[in-house]
């Protein structure tokens, strides 16, 4: 039975074979921490994670390549920014469609700060008008923060318009890019934002572990950093660094990681994030049409292609989404994620809270016979009930 592979959104596999061969090569020939010594292996792996921080900087169209700061994943980046930014009364504006990555660490601040934390409510499709913003907006609107993408719709959200309403406040701006790094324009000048949050292991194609912030000048003056110790630079110091990246970059590094990370960023630049969005748009449309010709499934989010990722979540009347996804691996070896998808306030606003969906999201090594064979797969299961 021909595997497939339908959980792009959560990581992608397979990864280009530069990816592995890139950690193995720092694994097997420079071993070493960089900032840690003078020794000529020390210095190679120095020069590994800027030439990485310089790829990611022309990727996302950060001014300095120190602006980009790697960290454990993007759930790591956005604890970094919210409690790093966040002060007793803020006010902070978030979409509904938001993962809990924002939600759980933004619901402890709440009650440990007195935050007023309000909701930017999202349509039923999970789209989201940005008059919104402006209309919510307050002279105590400390932070707003948006994803980029529903990880359960795909849906778009107008992170480029909020950027030109917040420009020239006093409020400060982060985006979510864990769903769209890599496939979407994602420029840090153009959205006009103070944090643009990133993993590794989706679009970026590198592996798990590994993720990072592009940071303003301005955040970075007045974030605190979540994490202080060891950082290779003015050890005589009993405080941290006030510089960039070192005042947030504590420890050892995951070198191995960013050389991953490092390897498939080059194989996004090299084909292009339009090229590699067009492609996934391409199949997601396709799977649209198709599903749409099948009796019973319910599609959730945007219609119009343009304004989704490649991700669509769907149900079946009468059936578990957690059932069905168990059917399709084991029946015919397709992988998908069922559930609530870490985002239950996403699931409220689409109305499938608390059973959830079943989520397909097409990525790097998709293929058109890949939808040919699900959609084969769910005509069979839905004909068969």
């Known amino acids: 039975m021909r595997e497939i592979y339908a959980d792009h959104a959560a990581t992608t596999f397979p990864r280009p074979p530069a990816v592995a061969a890139a950690m193995t090569a720092y694994l097997n020939n420079i071993g070493c921490s960089p900032g840690r010594g003078g020794y000529k292996r020390s210095l190679d792996a120095a020069r590994l994670v800027y030439e990485s921080r310089s790829r990611l900087a022309e990727l996302f169209n950060a001014a300095r390549p120190e602006q980009v ?28 469609v938001e993962h809990n990555s924002v939600v759980r660490p933004l619901s402890r601040l709440a009650g440990e700060l007195e935050l007023q934390v309000e909701f930017l409510q999202c349509n039923p499709d999970s789209s989201l008008d940005p008059l919104q913003v402006k209309k919510k907006l307050r002279p105590s609107t400390r ?48 959205l006009r934002c103070d944090y643009l949050a990133f993993t590794g292991h989706k679009g970026l194609l590198g592996p798990p572990g590994i993720g990072g912030m592009c940071i303003s000048e301005r955040a970075a003056e007045i974030t605190e950093p979540l994490v202080e110790g060891g950082t290779g630079s003015r050890s005589e110091q009993e405080r941290q660094p006030g510089f960039l990246p070192d005042k947030f970059e504590s420890g050892t590094q995951n070198v191995p990681g960013i050389a991953g990370l490092n390897a498939g960023v080059l194989t996004v630049l090299d084909a292009g994030t339009e090229a590699l969005g067009r492609q996934k748009r391409e199949l997601t449309e396709r799977f649209r049409q198709g599903l749409a010709q099948i009796p019973g499934i319910k599609v959730y989010g945007p219609t119009d292609a343009a304004a989704t ?72 299961i839905t004909t068969a009930r």
């Open 69 to 96: 700061i790697f960290t454990p994943s993007v759930t790591y980046s956005l604890n970094l920014l919210l409690k790093g930014l966040l002060r007793t009364g803020d006010h902070v504006l978030v979409s509904s």
């Open 143 to 190: 932070l707003v923060i948006l994803t980029h993408a529903s990880n359960v719709t795909g849906a778009l959200l107008p992170v480029y318009e909020t950027g030109e309403i917040l420009a020239g406040t006093d409020t400060f701006y982060a985006v979510d890019a864990a769903q769209t790094a890599g496939s979407e324009e994602v420029d840090f000048a153009a």
């Open 309 to 380: 990722t490649a991700t669509i979540s769907v149900s079946i009347e009468g059936m578990d989404s957690g059932d069905l996804s168990f059917i399709l691996d084991q029946a015919y070896g397709i992988m998908t994620r069922s559930g609530l998808h870490c985002a239950p306030y996403a699931h409220r606003t689409l109305g499938t809270f608390p059973a959830g969906t079943l989520r397909f999201s097409f990525g790097y090594g998709s293929t058109q016979l890949d939808v040919t064979e699900i959609l084969a797969a769910l005509k069979e």
